[in-house]
């Protein structure tokens, strides 16, 4: 039967497969698993990659928990005005816990700001405000946003076992779900300001089209991971020189990485004097910590002016390997303003995230989550064990599992 003039076109189905792969060909050429959902105006225009494979959440945990912290609040069970955490955060109320403005620290109880003054990305915030959902709810937290937003909304691979800041896990397809029903109930990307992410062109791409009215504040943190990976290689390119230069470079591998602050006193003066010798390690270990300097300025003109001045510098320091620094800075100029004026961060967001991305690769076949659990504990302890061990039945030496 053929549809009357009247009848309204039909949407397009979805791209899938191979047909979605050909419209989105970058992701043939990233080396892990990979799931993208494209929609838009309530409906699915593609589907690439493992979109029903299990990804870890991670932060986006924190809406998903944040929109059954509403339906809370719409129900008459929970108040945006009611106090956070009165003992602990004087103040601070629960809309403040949803800005992350209540002034906690990311992940600990330190107060580092009165309540309203200043936006702080906190995990800890966001862990008060799932003890105040269970209180509130006399439920259990997973329980309550199972059956509040999971179970409504057919997000049925969707979990979140433990904290409310990170521990959620699902599937690209129905975490698309949930991006329309924001969409749907006035989520609104226009309303977004600022956006913190590092250099990568994804980012520089994504963020205008999607985030039309944010600012892109690339940040002192990303600034000089940037400047700390570029340099290898330096100081043993140069101590193959000649005697002289690997005398002068031998046993210091370890003392141009770190700041003066994390160095022994005979460590900083060798240091200090090896850096009055005209070394091209020397150089490169000074575009490592310049970006940090130069990005701390009061001003977003005086910021400007010293990076300007750094990279001018880089280019004549004759050092090749920190040139891209240099160029990567110029190119993305406009997206690094002074650190001081935004103070948004994920530099211990993202230090924590490398290293528990290091604890799920050393945990691969251990067979359960307790287990990744305690490596993640264990690692970000900064715990020390010995390199080797004794296996019990062998008595032959194996690597040990943590270093």
Not at 300 to 310: H, P, T, V, W
Request: proline share 7%; hydrophobic share 40%; with cysteine.
């Amino acid at each position: 039967m053929r549809p009357s003039a009247a009848d309204p076109p039909a949407a397009p189905r979805p791209l899938k497969g191979d047909a979605a792969a050909r419209v989105l060909p970058a992701l043939e050429g990233l080396g892990f698993p990979t799931a993208v959902v494209v929609t838009e105006g309530g409906r699915v225009l593609a589907e690439a990659g493992a979109v029903d494979e299990i990804f870890s959440f991670a932060s986006v945990t924190k809406p998903i928990v944040a929109w059954s912290a509403l339906v809370a609040v719409e129900r008459g069970m929970l108040s945006l005005d009611d106090d956070a955490a009165p003992d602990l955060l004087p103040g601070a109320t629960i809309r403040h816990l949803l800005a992350h403005a209540s002034g906690i620290a990311f992940d600990s109880d330190a107060v580092l700001a009165p309540p309203g003054t200043r936006r702080i990305y906190s995990n800890r915030g966001i862990e008060i405000l799932g003890r105040r959902l269970v209180e509130a709810t006399g439920a259990g937290l997973e329980e309550w946003v199972e059956t509040t937003v999971l179970e409504p909304l057919g997000m049925a691979s969707v979990l979140i076992p433990g904290s409310p800041a990170y521990s959620g896990e699902g599937s690209a397809a129905d975490l698309s779900v949930f991006a329309r029903e924001l969409a749907e109930h006035g989520g609104d990307p226009e309303a977004v300001r600022v956006v913190t992410c590092d250099l990568s062109p994804a980012f520089a791409k994504g963020v205008p089209g999607h985030l039309p009215n944010a600012e892109r504040d690339d940040g002192r943190f990303h600034v000089t991971r940037l400047a700390t990976r570029q340099p290898g290689g330096v100081r043993s390119a140069e101590a193959r020189e000649s005697r002289e230069k690997r005398a002068l470079l031998a046993r210091t591998k370890y003392i141009w990485p770190g700041n003066e602050a994390s160095l022994t006193e005979g460590q900083a003066e060798r240091k200090r004097t090896l850096s009055r010798e005209h070394l091209r390690t020397a150089r490169a270990c000074a575009t490592r910590e310049a970006p940090r300097a130069a990005c701390d300025c009061g001003a977003r003109d005086d910021a400007g002016s010293e990076l300007d001045a750094l990279c001018s510098w880089i280019m004549h320091s004759n050092v090749p390997q920190t040139r891209t620094v240099a160029r990567t800075i110029r190119e993305h100029r406009a997206e690094i303003p002074d650190h001081s004026g935004h103070r948004p961060a994920n530099a211990v967001p993202g230090g924590t995230s490398s290293a528990v991305q290091s604890a799920k690769r050393q945990a691969r076949g251990l067979g359960n989550l307790e287990y990744l659990e305690t490596i993640i504990y264990l690692k970000l302890g900064k715990l020390r064990f010995p390199q080797t061990s004794l296996c019990a039945t062998h008595q032959k030496p194996r690597r040990a599992l943590f270093k």
